[in-house]
């Protein structure tokens, strides 16, 4: 059984930073190309950043420089630290498998900017 939980977000101010985390179970975490998704109501739930199995990493360009995304196989963890945060990073940020996600996504973290 596929299970993703989301953790680590807040409200923090403008340029602050925060550290995400996704716990995963049910699935062949190490073998997996996984990704950070974020939504924001009225829109789609798009990805800003993922990292293959290998440890290769991309992310969408409003985010390149200020986030890293990271994993450890052993712990079937995956992180975000997210660097110099501004109003535009709120959302509800969520983790799954990039490319063909999983239908069971977890409940999410909210991340607050306050500017």
């Known amino acids: 059984q596929v299970q993703l939980v989301e953790s680590g977000g807040g409200l923090v101010q403008a340029g602050g930073s925060l550290r995400l985390s996704c716990a995963a179970s049910g699935i062949p975490f190490s073998l997996m190309p996984m990704g950070w998704y974020r939504q924001v109501p009225g829109k789609e739930r798009d990805v800003v950043a993922r990292i293959l199995s290998g440890g290769s990493t991309d992310y969408v360009d409003s985010v390149k420089g200020r986030f890293t995304i990271s994993r450890d196989n052993a712990k079937n963890t995956m992180y975000l630290q997210m660097y110099s945060l501004k109003p535009e990073d709120t959302a509800v940020y969520y983790c799954?498998?990039?490319?063909?996600?999983?239908?069971?996504w977890g409940q999410g973290t909210q991340v607050t900017v306050a500017s």
């Open positions: 799954n498998r990039v490319n063909n996600p999983y239908n069971t």
